[in-house]
């Protein structure tokens, strides 16, 4: 059994149908990318999985760990171990930084979370692994995160996620923006988590720099699953990926 | 009388007065910033605290109500003030629940005017049923004995003053508020939920994707707020008679004490509330004052004063005092 599967997921934009039978499997311990043009479908598909609304899925189901979460709210899905990056620093800019890393701890207090099911079995990087990875955070911890630069929002947002315990981890294009340094810094912490057993949903526009990191990868193309493989097959099939990707 | 004698008692009058307003304003600043909703019912939950207290510390004869027809012409526990204190807030507090889950949830995401016309009409509601109930007498509160009587006051040690007096409940009001505005201060600025709250005023689904479930908070808020509304209409109905109308009628004051301060701000509220109070208090025991041939009766313009520090203060600060700039409620 895969740790998260679709299984041919029709999503919906009120009567715009974006996916279109979409079918995926994550397996349990990987950097699976999801990759394909502007507009092709990966942030409406990671927001199906993630319980984000919209769009609506409307029919195929979403198992993860044997349970079928298609139906379930965003933050009961959130708890049983799926932490969802967004695109565009999803910061709360009215907090300081200390405190947006600190809110990815608040799922631990129980008068939270009391009375839902929780499961996650990897504990989140320590704050000091993340200070260490993002000295500029470190420097900047009392700072409100509105007058952050757009790159350390950016790192925020995946210093938050890192922080946070979680099984399956899905980026949505987690290098936006970033110099080259720090999407090492980023590359060199998700391998570092998926070695210690966290499974990785990355999607990036920047294909070349996800297949570089990636165990193994699809690629959508108007909300179809077009390719399926390890990213070994994906370098070598030049066809789809001047076709779907570009490059 | 000395005028230092004159000045404290005009400070305690101040800040007592200041007092019921900054209770009011606190929850209804707070969920209008936080939770961007407007609640022109929150004078209601004033009015349900003030009878419900005043049901709890005397007994009370029922004139024009329908209750006397029914065979209650008296009604109430007698239980005194102390009791109504405690017992009033966790009643105010889950009426607040009631409130926020079939009132103001289904209105978070509709435009302020809708807000406005349903919270509104719940006030309105309110009103008639405690008019139809009980009627539309007014009733006066006993000031508790427990807490009557008075403190001498002669000035500063060795300055020899004619000593005034000054009321220890007046004393007692300023006390509880303050406590109550530390504890919620606290509240928010210093624990996990007040942290989830403000994240959710920015972005409540970034709130959820971390796994937090923002309506729990969002309705304890609610039901401090209430309860701190409940409070006021307690140790605030001593002060003036109550009638079904008080709701509205303290509605005006609350809000411009939210404006004064900032919507959104706890501090703001406590500041705009004590400015509020004093310039109240001050005008009405001015009196009399006159100048040569001229003499001005100030006690009328109370009213007018308050709507003119709110005046001033909007047009040097539009976001009020303690408001960051960036609230748009
Ligand atoms: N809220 C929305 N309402 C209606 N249509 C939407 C909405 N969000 C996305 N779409 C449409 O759904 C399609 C897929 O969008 P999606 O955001 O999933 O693409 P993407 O693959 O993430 O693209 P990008 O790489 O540009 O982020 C697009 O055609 C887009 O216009
Ligand atoms: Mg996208």
């Known amino acids: 059994m895969s740790l998260l599967e679709l299984d041919a997921v029709d999503s919906y934009y009120g009567q715009s149908h974006i996916l279109r039978d979409v079918s995926m499997r994550v397996e349990e311990g990987e950097i699976c990318a999801l990759l394909g043009r502007n507009g092709a479908g990966k942030t409406t598909t990671l927001r199906s999985i993630a319980g984000a609304r919209p769009p609506e899925v409307r029919t195929g189901r979403i198992t993860y760990k044997d349970r079928d979460i298609t139906d379930m709210e965003t933050e009961d899905i959130s708890v049983l171990g799926i932490s969802h990056v967004p695109e565009e620093r999803r910061v709360f800019a009215n907090l300081t930084v200390e405190e947006n890393l600190h809110l990815a701890d608040v799922v631990k207090n129980r008068s939270n979370t009391w009375g839902r099911d929780l499961d996650f079995e990897h504990e989140g990087q320590s704050i000091e692994q993340i200070l260490e990875d993002f000295p500029r955070l470190s420097e900047r911890q009392q700072q409100m995160a509105g007058t952050l630069s757009g790159g350390e929002q950016q790192m925020l947002a995946i210093a938050r996620a890192l922080k946070q315990s979680t099984d399956l981890l899905m980026l949505d294009e987690p290098y936006e923006g970033l110099a080259p340094q720090i999407i090492e810094t980023v590359e060199g912490a998700i391998e570092r988590i998926r070695d210690e057993g966290t499974t990785v949903l990355l999607v990036e526009q920047n294909a070349v720099a996800a297949m570089k990191i990636a165990d193994r990868c699809y690629v959508i193309d108007q909300g179809s699953v077009v390719f399926e493989g390890p990213a070994e097959e994906l370098r070598n099939d030049e066809e789809t990926r001047e076709r779907y990707l570009g490059v | 009388m000395s005028l230092v ?325």
Request: no cysteine; glycine share 12%; aromatic share 8%.
């Open chain 2, 5 to 329: 004698g004159e000045l404290v008692v005009l400070l305690v009058n101040g800040l007592q007065t200041g007092a019921i307003y900054v209770l009011l304003a606190i929850g209804l600043s707070i969920i209008l910033g936080t939770l961007k909703f407007v609640n022109f019912a929150h004078g209601a939950l004033y009015v349900v605290g003030a009878y419900i207290g005043l049901l709890i510390t005397q007994q009370i004869s029922i004139a024009n109500g329908q209750l006397a027809e029914w065979g209650f012409p008296t009604l109430g526990l007698g239980w005194g003030f102390i009791a109504a204190l405690v017992i009033v807030p966790p009643i105010v507090f889950v009426v607040g629940l009631a409130m926020e889950r079939f009132v103001a949830r289904p209105f978070y995401d509709r435009p302020d005017t809708d807000q406005i016309l349903v919270t509104f009409g719940l006030a309105i509601v309110v009103q008639e049923l405690i008019h139809a109930l009980i009627g539309p007498r007014s009733y006066t509160y006993d000031i508790p004995s427990e807490i009557a009587g008075g403190i001498p006051f002669s000035g500063p040690v060795g300055v020899p003053l004619s000593a005034v007096t000054i009321d220890v409940w007046r004393v007692w009001v300023i006390a509880i508020t303050a406590t109550l505005v530390i504890a919620v201060y606290a509240i928010v600025e210093y624990t996990d939920f007040g942290l989830v709250v403000k994240a959710g005023t920015r972005d409540p689904e970034m709130v959820r994707l971390l796994g937090i479930r923002i309506t729990r908070p969002y309705l304890v808020m609610f039901g401090i707020g209430a309860g701190l509304a409940g409070v006021a209409g307690v140790v605030g109905a001593p002060l003036s008679n109550i009638n079904p109308e008080i709701g509205m009628t303290i509605l005006v004051p609350a809000f411009l004490t939210v404006v004064i301060g900032g919507v959104g701000s706890i501090r703001g509220a406590v500041l705009g509330g004590t400015l509020i109070g004093m310039v109240q208090v001050t005008l009405i025991s001015l009196g009399t004052v006159s100048l040569g041939s001229l003499s001005i009766n100030f006690t009328p313009w109370a009213q007018v004063g308050i709507y003119a520090l709110a005046v001033v203060v909007l047009l040097t600060r539009p976001q009020g005092l303690l408001g960051s700039e960036e609230v748009t409620a």
